[in-house]
């Protein structure tokens, strides 16, 4: 099983922020934190990952809590094409659980 | 530049057949994963490869699973005596340094359909 817990889905309207989290309590102090999301018929992508600072990339931002027992994806200004599934999972694991589908409505 | 491609794109395949699924990664990329992914979940590590060694097939499920990457580069997936269950899509991730912190990047997949 994942070592990563997600909601089964999130919604958010088209423009908005939107906050999607993560936890992962057993981490240990060598994972990274990866996110990937999947598009409809396509493979899983690459959105951005950490270790312990918050990182920012052109896609969106990771914050990480404190203890690293979880962390939060954030998407400064959802669009219809954000609309999929994502994925939070431990680089040193590479478990993908069920993932959060995000629903963006216009 | 080329990304990781996967053939065939579909594949069907009648029960009891054997199947072989390729994967190409990027150039120059050291890792190579794969994974199997049931409708509506999300993707299972089957095995990884660092250059042409398999260095985890602990998510292979049976051994009718069998993957090779004999030049590290192409791998192959084969599936013998499928069965229904082993209906899926398979995706193939590769990633540039050989450890498992590095960033993944994966194929299109290949559906499988066992009738």
């Known amino acids: 099983d994942a070592k990563t817990t997600q909601p089964n889905s999130m919604e958010s309207n088209e423009e908005e922020p939107v906050h999607l989290p993560c936890n992962h309590s057993?981490?240990?102090?060598?994972?990274?934190i990866h996110w990937y999301r999947q598009l409809p018929s396509q493979g899983p992508e690459y959105v951005i990952h950490g270790l312990t600072s918050n990182v920012n990339n052109r896609m969106a931002s990771l914050a990480i809590a404190e203890d690293r027992k979880s962390s939060t994806l954030i998407l400064h200004r959802a669009t219809l094409r954000d609309a999929a599934v994502y994925y939070c999972i431990l680089s040193l694991d590479m478990r993908f659980g069920a993932g959060t589908r995000l629903t963006v409505k216009p | 530049g080329a990304g990781v491609s996967q053939s065939p794109r579909y594949k069907v395949a009648k029960r009891g057949q054997d199947v072989a699924l390729r994967c190409d990664p990027i150039s120059g990329h050291v890792s190579l994963f794969w994974y199997q992914q049931a409708l509506g979940q999300g993707p299972e590590f089957l095995t990884y490869f660092q250059n042409e060694a398999q260095l985890d097939k602990s998510g292979l499920p049976s051994d009718r699973f069998f993957a090779e990457r004999p030049e590290g580069s192409v791998s192959t997936l084969k599936i013998q005596r499928t069965q229904q269950e082993d209906s899926a899509v398979y995706l193939c991730?590769?990633?540039?340094?050989?450890?498992?912190?590095?960033?993944?990047?994966f194929g299109p997949g290949t559906r499988l359909t066992v009738l």
């Open positions: 991730a590769s990633s540039l340094i050989g450890t498992r912190t590095d960033t993944q990047y």
């Open positions: 057993t981490i240990s102090g060598t994972d990274y």
